[in-house]
Nanobody
Framework: QVRLVESGGGLVQAGGSLRLSCAADGRIFTINTMGWYRQAPGKQRELVATIRSGGSTNYADSVKGRFTISRDNTKNMVYLQMNSLKPEDTAVYYC????????????WGQGTQVTVSS
């Protein structure tokens, strides 16, 4: 069983910054792709950013140049640094991991609310 715990959400003014963290806990052998997704009210969940085990990253066009995803393999953690936040970034943010524990499984966090005021 793998558990993901997110933190770092909150309320921020437009132009501000937040840093999200996601910690994976359990009988983890290794973690492949780690990612962040978000879901705004009335909209489908969408990809924000992913980072592979080798460090390659992928970003949604809407966040390129503003958000940075990173990982700490020694701590089984993934981070999302969000700068120059816009009201349209308001959503519940979820971390998502592909984890060998020991079999490969896909796991979601419980979500953390990010609200950007104009």
């Amino acid at each position: 069983q793998v558990r993901l715990v997110e933190s770092g959400g909150g309320l921020v003014q437009a132009g501000g910054s937040l840093r999200l963290s996601c910690a994976a806990d359990g009988r983890i052998f290794t973690i492949n792709t780690m990612g962040w997704y978000r879901q705004a009210p009335g909209k489908q969940r969408e990809l924000v950013a992913t980072i592979r085990s080798g460090g390659s990253t992928n970003y949604a066009d809407s966040v390129k140049g503003r958000f940075t995803i990173s990982r700490d393999n020694t701590k089984n953690m993934v981070y999302l640094q969000m700068n120059s936040l816009k009201p349209e970034d308001t959503a519940v943010y979820y971390c998502n991991l592909d984890v060998y524990a020991p079999r490969l499984g896909n796991y979601w966090g419980q979500g953390t609310q990010v609200t950007v005021s104009s």
